[in-house]
């Protein structure tokens, strides 16, 4: 984190705030209260009341404010509009809201095709905004932060970063589990975290709290906002074999310029290995 300087005034990013938090008062109260929790893909996979009541409130403000942009949303899934795509996880976190476990965030996002345009994750209990304006830069903002620059860390060595990671619902069926990744570069870095909401990873990485981040297999409402946080930080976001990260992409790895380039080299190494000896070679 670096710098003061003010979010430029702009009325998405006006919106995209309000919305998370308002949806975040939502969680803040559920999450000391009762409540229902179900299962989607498999047993570990979860929904929540907060989930759907977080959502409800987020899509009220974007189509009060933008009645004609589309909206794909977590619980609700596709709502069709223009141009210009809102991309929201009402509460990205789920396992750890359901376990009690104080991490979890709203993310909410608007890109046009593959371009961000504004971007917010909210974490509700510490009550900060991380935002996001396309060739703006990103802020923090929160009772100890006003319009804070963000900015990801110029390390360069993987032996002093902290890193995060995260693992995916279909760890249990996927070869790409991200545990042969994992085990090679926790010998080699300061730590691994593993925090459970993966839109705060990527605004932790923005922030400078961790060096970088990388994870397989995430849906748009979880990284639309946080890799426009990090690009916007000055970080350098592609996917984990190298390639150019989009909404649909199978990885994404993110860092500073100076770390980047050797977090992939030990992601690559340990998918390479993880895939055996090539058939005939
Ligand atoms: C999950 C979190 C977690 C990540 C999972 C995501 P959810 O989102 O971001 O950190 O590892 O892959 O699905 O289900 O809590 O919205
Ligand atoms: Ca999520
Ligand atoms: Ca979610």
Request: proline share 5%; glycine share 10%.
């Amino acid at each position: 984190m670096s710098g003061v300087g003010g979010p430029p005034i702009d009325a998405d990013l006006v919106v995209a705030i309000a919305a998370a938090r308002a949806a975040g008062a939502v969680l803040r109260d559920a999450f000391e209260g009762e409540l229902t929790i179900e299962h989607k893909s498999s047993e570990i996979d979860l929904v929540t009341t907060a989930d759907r009541a977080a959502e409800a409130v987020v899509l009220e403000h974007l189509r009060r404010a933008f009645p004609d942009d589309a909206i794909v949303a977590e619980e609700s899934g596709a709502h069709v509009g223009g141009a210009r795509r809102w991309i929201v996880d009402p509460l990205d976190g789920t396992t750890n809201f359901a376990h009690r476990f104080p991490h979890f965030s709203v993310s909410i996002a608007c890109y046009v095709g593959a371009t961000g345009l504004v971007g917010v994750v909210y974490d509700p209990l510490r009550d900060e905004v991380f935002a996001a304006a396309a060739g703006h830069g990103a802020w923090l903002d929160s009772p100890r932060h006003d319009h804070v620059r963000l900015s990801v860390t110029s390390r360069d060595r993987l032996a002093t970063s902290l890193l995060a990671t995260g693992f995916g619902y279909d760890r249990a069926s996927t070869a790409t589990n991200n545990l042969a990744e994992f085990n090679r570069l926790l010998p080699k870095v300061r730590g691994i975290r593993r925090p459970g909401s993966a839109a705060l990873d990527l605004a932790y990485a923005a922030a400078g709290r961790t060096d970088g981040y990388w994870e397989y297999h995430l849906a748009p409402w979880d990284w639309a906002a946080g890799a426009l946080l990090v690009r916007e930080a000055g970080g350098v976001v592609t996917r984990m074999d190298g390639g150019p990260w989009t909404l649909d992409a199978p990885s994404i790895a993110v860092a500073g310029a100076a770390l980047h380039p050797a977090l992939l080299r030990e992601l690559q190494a340990a998918s390479v290995a993880a895939a055996g000896p090539v058939a005939g070679g």
